[in-house]
């Protein structure tokens, strides 16, 4: 995990805080309450319509999570008048049932299609929020309730409505408010059943729901570009669509609608647009948040006039310009301002600025802004501040001693900088409310301990330290005293030994201490973190076995690297069933023995990496029943025998299979190759977008797997961070024992990237097939004994940037266009029959294509291509997965045009 995963759950979690404080849950309803003296009596059908809606739930006290919820049904008494039962509210007049608000009240059991609660047709107002209706769907009947002005089923946890939200509920053509979201507590939670709304419905919704005002969608899936219609809305006050997995164009006219208060659209990765000078007519706009979406441009200047805007949250897109301090003078409400990850530049100039008209911003996220140079200093002068992001940015010098008198605040992060210069434990002693501390990661800063560190009061509430690159030579000993520490980041600092007391601190969840010097053996007391998540003892000099405890010690471990040490012996044998291990990388050890097949019990493992360690062991084919395994990586090991994935065994999520430098033995027959049938894209869209998008939720987007490479002549590929893995799909059998014709079949895995067969036994031509498989960048068929022409269909393959025939038999002509105009000659050598304009053996029976040789700048034209295309898609840590593969599918594009224009 990273420091940007901690700080949004963090961020997440003081939402889901806030909630409760500010009852956030009537922010979607207004209705007025209106204190009446006398009243008329309740309708005695009505009633019993009541009591029989209570009778469809139980009481629990789980149901709820607001902490101050009680069951308001108790009072539901047949002999007394509803109109006096807690939570009920009656028209003066007429007597009937106008208002039901039954939120948080640990209701619990399945909404019934027919409930008697559709018979009251005088409803105006319905507020069944935070209760658990048991995953049942919104009866469609809700159409029913033709006077509904406010419908509040929201719902916070895991998701406790599901399916599909009726089209019935565009009929309620009174509503003014409608809020169906969903508040997720953690991200990483396996949130299965997500309401839907189709497009259709929301459309419908907006054409007869003319009146509304509110609309809150958040983490409901619309999957559907956003319909222009929502312009006709001019009563919008608040629309809150996060997390819909909206794509397409952001209708710019919703910037016109001028009783909007709060706009929420984040994290929808693909949702893309600008922001038109009109926004500065919003004047009552007090909340704006796109973060993590695909906006561009510049933030327009009218936007800084807001003087109503208390959240401006626009981390997490493409903005771009220059932003000065004083352009933020205006916002005297501005509260929170969240800037990180943007292609922006920042306050160049500060020193005009009047401080003290600063606003009074609690959090500021500023991180990855270009910011250059000395900190700034008006920081300082921002003395509310309780959450600090300055991190990745350039800023130089030694960190001011004034970030250590913020005493509000509890989140400082200044890791990936370049600040240098000691800090002494006791600068932390004000701030006493921090729980994150980031300093780690490119500064150069030294600690400076002291003997004594039992009574410095360091910050001792801290949760989480990032401490990497801080030049430690020992483990720093005030950790010792940090009871709350849950994440210790503290890798590539030059640590030898881990002291015993670590393996006491039972909470913690991330121990990263990759990248240092450790020696000896793994103590088997680090099983005693029970609570552990995240364990990286990569890249250390370990030595001895590992303790047989570490597969089954903590049933909520999901990354465990021990790669790149000494370690020796077998691997743990025991993973108990239930585990949570997503990641295990004992890579480049001195690992040996048979892989254990309780590894069938991590269910939710996606990378299994073995590579480089002396595994003796038959093809592992029962992983094949491991439902989300992506990646296997056998590499350079010992494995014999027959690749083969019985029944049952079908690798469903399979990206990169690497078993390349075995002893792997047979011959290549289709139905091994329909091992591998997860690497055929069957819907494309579902490959680019939905697929995508399951995964943005866990920890596999924040970890680094740079230790994991896939070599292969001349092309060294780092699956560098988790998003390759939802893109990059690879196999690589090489240098094994293989041989017979590669089947035809090969070419239908078109959802391959890589494809690496060198240096075995393969005989036959080239299939034709190959042709097909048009996102490969990596062909490598090399030093086999290939014989046949060269397809001409591979010339179709436009991505193809790597390419290697070279020692086979081939004959015949070299294809002398597409990408073939810009592989060099070594790719071809070794086989004396085949010839080509730039082998010295000529083609003198086959006439040439008039095509130009390619100039040196075209060449290197499409060899950045390639590292284009990859870059790109790191580029899009920031902005999400989505849009980074949005971003290289478009950049794939363009240069693909370029390259057609060329030849
Ligand atoms: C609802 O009532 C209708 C008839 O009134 C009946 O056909 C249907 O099965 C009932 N549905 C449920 C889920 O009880
Ligand atoms: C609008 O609501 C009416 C009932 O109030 C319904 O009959 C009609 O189908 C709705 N229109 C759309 C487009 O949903
Ligand atoms: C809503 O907008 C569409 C297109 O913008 C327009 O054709 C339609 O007439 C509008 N409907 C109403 C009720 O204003
Ligand atoms: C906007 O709000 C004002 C003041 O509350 C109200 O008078 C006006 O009708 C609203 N405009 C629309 C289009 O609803
Ligand atoms: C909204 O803002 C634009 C540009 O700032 C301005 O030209 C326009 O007159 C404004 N419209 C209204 C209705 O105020
Ligand atoms: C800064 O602003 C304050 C409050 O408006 C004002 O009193 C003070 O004179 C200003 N200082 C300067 C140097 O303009
Ligand atoms: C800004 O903060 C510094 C340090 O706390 C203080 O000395 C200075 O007076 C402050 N300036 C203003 C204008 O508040
Ligand atoms: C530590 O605390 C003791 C007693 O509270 C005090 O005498 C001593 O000076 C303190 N040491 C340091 C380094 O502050």
């Not at 949004?8 to 309450?33: H, K, V």
């Not at 720093?476 to 670590?502: A, G, M, R, V, Y």
Request: negative net charge.
């Amino acid at each position: 995990m990273t420091l940007m995963g901690l700080l949004c759950s963090l961020a997440l979690s003081t939402q889901f805080l806030l909630l409760f404080s500010s009852s956030l849950f009537t922010n979607c309803l207004s209705l007025n309450d209106s204190t009446t003296t006398h009243h008329h009596e309740c309708h005695q059908h009505e009633s019993n319509a009541l009591l029989s809606f209570k009778q469809s739930f139980i009481i629990s006290k789980y149901a709820s999570y607001n902490p101050f919820s009680y069951p308001k049904t108790l009072s539901w008494i047949p002999t007394t008048d509803c109109c006096l039962w807690d939570g009920i509210e009656c028209d003066e007049l007429t007597g009937h049932v106008i208002s039901i608000d039954l939120s948080s009240s640990q209701l619990y059991g399945s909404m019934d299609a027919n409930s008697t609660l559709f018979s009251l047709v005088h409803l105006q107002s319905l507020d069944l929020s935070d209760n658990d209706f048991n995953h049942s769907q919104i009866p469609a009947r809700i159409g029913h309730l033709s006077q509904l002005r406010h419908l509040n089923l929201s719902q916070v946890g895991e998701t406790t409505l599901s399916g599909e939200v009726p089209t019935q509920i565009s009929h309620l053509s009174n509503l003014l408010s409608l809020d169906l979201r969903i508040y997720i507590e953690q991200l990483d939670n396996p949130f299965i059943n997500r309401l839907q709304l189709k497009e259709s419905t929301l459309r419908s919704l907006i054409q007869n729901s003319t009146r509304l005002e509110q609309l809150c969608l958040d983490f409901v899936t619309i999957s559907s570009s956003l319909p222009h219609t929502l312009t006709n809305l001019t009563s919008l006050q608040k629309l809150s669509f996060s997390q819909c997995e909206l794509y397409g164009e952001f209708p710019i006219g919703i910037f016109s609608l001028a009783n909007l208060t709060s706009l929420n659209f984040a994290e929808n990765q693909n949702l893309q647009g600008t922001l038109p000078a009109s926004i500065g007519n919003l004047t009552n706009l007090a909340y704006l948040n796109l973060e993590d979406n695909s906006f561009h441009g510049e933030i327009p200047r009218s936007l800084f006039g807001l003087e109503n805007l208390v959240t401006l949250h626009l981390a997490s897109n493409l903005f771009d310009g220059r932003l000065t301090l004083d352009m933020f003078l205006k916002l005297k409400m501005l509260n929170v301002l969240e800037l990180s990850f943007n292609k922006l530049s920042l306050f160049s100039q500060n020193r005009d600025v009047n401080v003290t008209i600063l606003p009074p911003i609690q959090t500021l996220g500023l991180g990855w802004c270009n910011l250059a140079g000395e900190v700034p200093t008006w920081i300082m002068n921002l003395t509310t501040l309780s959450f600090l992001d300055l991190s990745r940015n350039n800023l130089q010098g030694e960190i001011p001693y004034f970030f250590f008198r913020l005493e509000h605040l509890t989140v400082l992060d200044l890791s990936g900088n370049l600040l240098e210069g000691q800090i002494e434990l006791d600068m932390l002693s004000k701030l006493q409310k921090l729980t994150i501390l980031g300093l780690g990661g490119g500064n150069k800063l030294y600690f400076l301990e002291g003997k004594n560190t039992s009574n410095i009061t360091f910050p001792s509430q801290i949760q989480s330290l990032i401490l990497s690159s801080c030049n430690f030579v020992h483990f720093p000993n005030f950790i010792q005293h940090l009871q709350e520490l849950t994440d210790l980041f503290i890798s590539d600092n030059s640590i030898k030994t881990i002291p015993s007391w670590l393996w006491n601190k039972t909470t913690l969840q991330t121990l990263e201490l990759s990248n240092n010097l450790l020696m000896g053996e793994i103590s088997p007391f680090i099983c005693n973190l029970q609570s552990l998540v995240y364990l990286d003892l990569s890249s250390n000099n370990l030595v001895g076995m590992i303790p047989s405890c570490l597969g089954s010690f903590s049933q909520s471990l999901q990354y465990l690297s021990l790669a790149g040490n000494k370690l020796t012996g077998n691997i743990p044998q025991t993973y108990v069933k239930g585990n949570a291990l997503q990641l295990i990388d004992f890579s480049s050890n001195k690992l040996y023995g048979q892989l254990p097949r309780a590894l069938v019990n991590c269910r939710m493992l996606e990378v299994l990496a073995v590579s480089h360690n002396h595994f003796n062991d038959s093809f592992p084919f029962w992983l094949g029943s491991l439902p989300k395994l992506k990646v296997v990586s056998l590499r350079d090991n010992e494995f014999h025998g027959a690749i083969m994935c019985p029944l049952k065994y079908t690798f469903p999520q399979l990206r990169i299979m690497d078993l390349s430098q075995n002893g792997f033995s047979m011959k290549l027959t289709s139905e091994i190759i329909m091992c591998f049938k997860s690497m055929i894209i069957s819907n494309k869209r579902q490959l680019e977008f939905k697929d995508e998008i399951n995964y943005s939720g866990n920890l596999f987007l924040d970890i680094d797997l740079s230790s994991f490479s896939m070599s292969n002549k001349g092309v060294v590929m780092d699956y560098l961070g988790g998003q390759y893995l939802h893109h990059m799909v690879a196999i690589d059998l090489s240098s094994n024992k293989i041989y017979g014709e590669i089947p035809d079949i090969m070419g239908s895995l078109n959802r391959l990237v890589v494809l690496n067969l060198s240096n075995n036994m393969f005989t036959g031509s080239i299939p034709s097939s190959f042709g097909k498989l048009s996102n490969l960048e990596v062909l490598d068929l090399s030093l086999n004994s290939l014989s046949g022409n060269i397809p001409q269909q591979l010339t179709g393959l436009t991505f193809l940037d790597f390419f290697n025939v070279s020692f086979n038999n081939l004959s015949g002509p070299i294809p002398e266009n597409g990408q073939f105009l810009t592989f060099d000659d070594n790719s071809f050598e070794g086989n004396k029959d085949l010839c080509g304009i730039r082998l010295l053996k000529k083609c003198e029976d086959h006439p040439k294509l008039p095509l130009q040789k390619p100039d040196g700048d075209q060449d290197s034209e499409s060899g950045s291509f390639f590292e284009l295309y990859w870059m790109v898609i790191l580029i899009g840590y920031g902005g999400g997965l989505v849009a980074g593969l949005a971003l290289g599918n478009a950049f794939a594009i363009d240069v693909f045009r370029l390259l057609e224009k060329i030849f």
